[in-house]
């Protein structure tokens, strides 16, 4: 019987085994990644069986159109565009124009640069400029920690009943539970989740997780 304590080795080892099980290796995947990395972006997209998790979770949605807040490298922005139809949409908000412009060449290298808008600014700016457009499906949030709430709020609005929710990142090795980190993005992951909790408009839960992206979760909700 092995060792109940999920040490790094032993949780690592579960990570590596799960995604070549079941993720596999993925060239513009892989392209976007180094690309990200050669251009000096940090390297924090999703572990690959969390973006096959977004993919799956698009699926089983049946997501036309996606809102993602935080577009980095476009990893995820791939994964979950290749869950769409050849008519559905993600539109993808990034604040930084360089970070937008690898993220570009990243989607149309991959094939899905038709079904992926990247608007550039920030997103308490660009989300209000998305009103009164066709309703995502699902939003995926994972930009600065800080503005949680604000991106709720939005993904509430421009959402409809049914709408899913990801949060990315709601564990931060274990700081979330920790009342006195005096740290920004810990408070404002804390406040998204209370949020999650309290506001009438959402039914949530959250998943820790141990994978490529070390100790950390997701945190998944519908909108009523
Ligand atoms: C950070 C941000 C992320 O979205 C992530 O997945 C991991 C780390 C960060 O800002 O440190
Ligand atoms: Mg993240």
Redesign the pocket.
Known sequence: MTDPTPTPQAWQAVDRYFADTLVGHDPDLAAAVAAQHAAGM?A???APVNGKFLHLLARIAGARRVLEI?TLGAFSTIWLARALPADGEVVTIEAEPAIAAVARENVDRAGVGDRVQILVGRGADVLPTLAGGTPFDLVFI??D?ESNTIYLDWAARLGHPGTVVVV??VARSGRVADPATGDA?IEGVRAGLEMLGDDPRFDATALQTLDA?GW?GVAIAIIR
């Open positions: 940090p924090i997209e999703v935080g994972d930009a920690k990315d990142n993005q992206k950390d």
